[in-house]
């Protein structure tokens, strides 16, 4: 058997159109030797969904610049809830106010990482919290 | 969920399952292995396609329209995108999909990125099996997408039906066309970006130094993609009718088996070439007591 790798989904929800943020950390993960995938921006939920599934990810990040973050995310997690995804680890980034990050966390994103974090804490955290399949 | 029973979910066509199973592939998981015995014997419908050519040609965007002609026609379209892996640090990252995102909610696409991890001829090694499982999953057309080295990258026109070699207007001169390689292995040379300036030009030298069917399209504007799909299917039902395709299929088959075999000698000669004597023998080298070859030749018996 091959070595397990684990995979990645950079994703763009909505309708902002700067995607420094996500390819930033794209080339982070691709270089810490996850296999990285990025959906491109103006991305829907069922986009999301849909190549999450397809490509079979053990990681989603989610990046959202233009304030409708709350309203995606929520969609983007119960579609996985409806389409049987498990084991997914989700993670956040983006301009994102403190008070919202509680009830991110609720939906099942386990971190939010703010506009500042270092590339790197965001690879240790999916290294120590991803289920390889 | 067990390697069988994937199989069992992916012959009633669910999507998580095949992900899963070519995840499972991919890993050259044995138990998912043995398990593609029961997909083999449901395979043979689907019309397999290499897409390969140099990087930034549009192997990607063509293959994005082309799948639009596909499911113009109610047809299933498998994709397959290769990748390379870093050399370095293993990590890769998987950017054909993105030209292709606008299928991503049609039920009758399923498009899968892959990356070569190390693979020797730089496609993947669970290729051949993914496309078992895209196969019985009921796709009618698949699609592999190379990662693009360009000139010597053969081993996709051995693992499908009919390839095609997509170059830019810019690919060089009749020199260049001129050269072994992928243009002898392949059935279909397409000039993809013919919308820029030369095109014309490229068409013509092309046409003059092949004998090849050749043909100029363009994915950004749209033009002449329909005519290519005409005449992949011409080919293929040319290639059905003289049971050329009953070779190559075999082919397929015994380029499999080879490859599969010939991974399995490379990872023991890895394991040889860790060995500690290995390292004494570069040591003489570094202090001008033997040369290289003298070095390979000792080392030669030891194989």
Redesign the interface.
């Known amino acids: 058997?091959?070595a397990?790798?684990i995979?990645a989904l950079i994703a763009k929800p909505g309708l902002d159109g700067h995607d420094r943020g996500a390819i930033a950390v794209?080339?982070a993960?691709?270089?810490?030797?996850?296999?990285?995938?990025?959906?491109?921006i103006r991305?829907t939920p069922?986009?999301i969904v849909?190549?999450a599934?397809?490509?079979?990810v053990d990681v989603l990040g989610l990046s959202c610049l233009s304030g409708a973050h709350m309203s995606l995310f929520k969609e983007v997690t119960s579609l996985l809830k409806k389409?049987?995804?498990k084991g997914l680890l989700i993670f956040a980034g983006g301009i994102i106010p403190d008070d919202d990050i509680p009830k991110i966390k609720k939906m099942g994103i386990k971190q939010v990482f703010p506009p500042g974090s270092p590339l790197s804490e965001i690879v240790s955290f999916i290294q120590k919290s991803a289920q390889k399949? | 969920m067990t390697p069988k029973q994937l199989t069992q979910k992916i012959l009633k066509k669910d999507?998580?399952s095949l992900?899963?199973f070519?995840?499972?592939l991919?890993?050259?998981?044995?138990k998912a292995i043995e398990a593609l015995g029961d997909l083999y014997p449901k395979t043979g419908k689907a019309i397999r396609i290499g897409i390969t050519g140099p990087q930034g040609v549009g192997k990607s965007s063509l293959l994005n329209q082309l799948i639009k002609e596909v499911t113009k026609q109610k047809k299933k379209v498998g994709v397959l995108a290769i990748d390379p892996?870093?050399a370095l640090?293993?990590?890769?990252?998987?950017?054909d999909?993105?030209r292709m995102?606008s299928h991503?909610?049609n039920k009758n696409v399923?498009?899968?990125?892959m990356?070569t991890?190390h693979n020797h001829k730089g496609l993947s090694?669970a290729l051949h099996d993914a496309m078992t499982a895209l196969d019985a999953f009921g796709c009618d057309v698949i699609f592999i997408e190379t990662i693009g080295i360009g000139q010597d990258e053969i081993a996709i026109s051995q693992l499908t039906d009919l390839s095609m070699l997509v170059l830019s207007p810019d690919f060089g001169d009749k020199f260049q066309a001129l050269k072994s390689g992928l243009t002898e292995t392949c059935d279909l040379l397409v000039v993809n970006k013919i919308d820029l300036p030369k095109s014309k030009q490229a068409l013509a030298t092309l046409k003059e130094m092949t004998y090849l069917p050749v043909l100029g399209v363009s994915s950004k504007k749209g033009t002449q993609i329909s005519v290519l799909y005409k005449k992949i299917i011409q080919q293929y039902d040319a290639l059905k009718k003289s049971k050329v395709l009953d070779f190559r299929r075999t082919n397929q088959q015994k380029a499999a088996i080879r490859e599969k075999l010939e991974e399995t000698l490379l990872s023991n000669f890895n394991q040889f070439w860790k060995d500690k004597k290995i390292q004494l023998e570069i040591d003489r080298l570094l202090q001008k007591k033997k040369n290289p070859n003298q070095i390979t030749k000792k080392l030669s018996t030891k194989l």
């Not at chain 2, 640090?89 to 950017?95: P, W």
């Not at chain 2, 399923?110 to 990125?113: G, L, T």
């Open positions: 058997m091959q397990k790798k995979k794209s080339q993960l691709r270089d810490a030797g996850m296999e990285v995938l990025y959906t491109g991305q069922q986009h849909e190549t599934i397809q490509e079979d389409n049987k995804v399949k | 999507r998580l992900a899963r070519i995840t499972l991919e890993n050259r998981d044995t892996s870093s640090h293993g990590g890769a990252f998987l950017g999909r993105i995102q991503t909610l399923f498009i899968r990125s990356a991890r090694s």
